[in-house]
């Protein structure tokens, strides 16, 4: 890390409050490590049971994604299984917006109907809708409102479709609170 990095750093690391027993442990907070060696090692870290607060690099992003993926990370025993159970919630509400995406351009009678999605929803999309992270929200919520946006051109009067545009509208509007978000709520 450079010195320009470091100063970004430390402008952006809040002091958190994490649940008893849920705190991170320091092996997985190290920036360098052995690129050689097994990472084995993580599998087996002792979390501090007594570490009731925690630095984070993630405080000053919108705290809206990380809601359910919170919520999902409370009832675990340990850290590891937070991180897991986060994931698997951040993964089923970005599936959720693929699934609908798929579901509103899904015609029957055109082969051709799903082109658009398979070349969307990349196994980078795949990957990133399983890590806890705004970009998860941000990208399967972008899929739905294109598609949403698609199906409306099609068929004006599909309220499933406007029910998903506005739901993911209302996703980016959480995640992405400046200007990215503008292409939904113009295209609506």
Known sequence: MNDMQAVLLTQIT???RVPSGLAAPDLWLRTRFN?????????????????????????SYEPAPYVL????????RTPGDALLLARVA?????LAFISAA?????????????????LAVTPTVLFTSAVVSPSAVEIS????????TTALWRR?????AVLALGAS???????????????????G
């Open 141 to 148: 919520s972008s899929v739905c409102a294109f598609a949403a």
């Open 35 to 59: 690129h050689t060696g097994s990472a084995e090692c993580l599998n087996h870290a002792s979390p501090a049971s007594n570490i009731t607060e925690q630095n984070t690099y993630v405080g």
């Open 14 to 16: 809040r002091r958190v």
């Open 69 to 76: 993926p919170g919520l999902a990370a409370r009832i675990a």
């Open 102 to 118: 798929v579901w509103l351009l899904w015609d029957k009678r055109r082969a051709t109907s799903l082109i658009g999605p398979a």
């Open 169 to 187: 509208t209302l996703a980016l509007r959480w995640v992405v609170p400046s200007g990215r978000s503008g292409f939904c709520a113009c295209s």
């Open 156 to 160: 004006p009067d599909s309220r499933a």
């Open 90 to 94: 951040s993964m089923l509400l970005s």
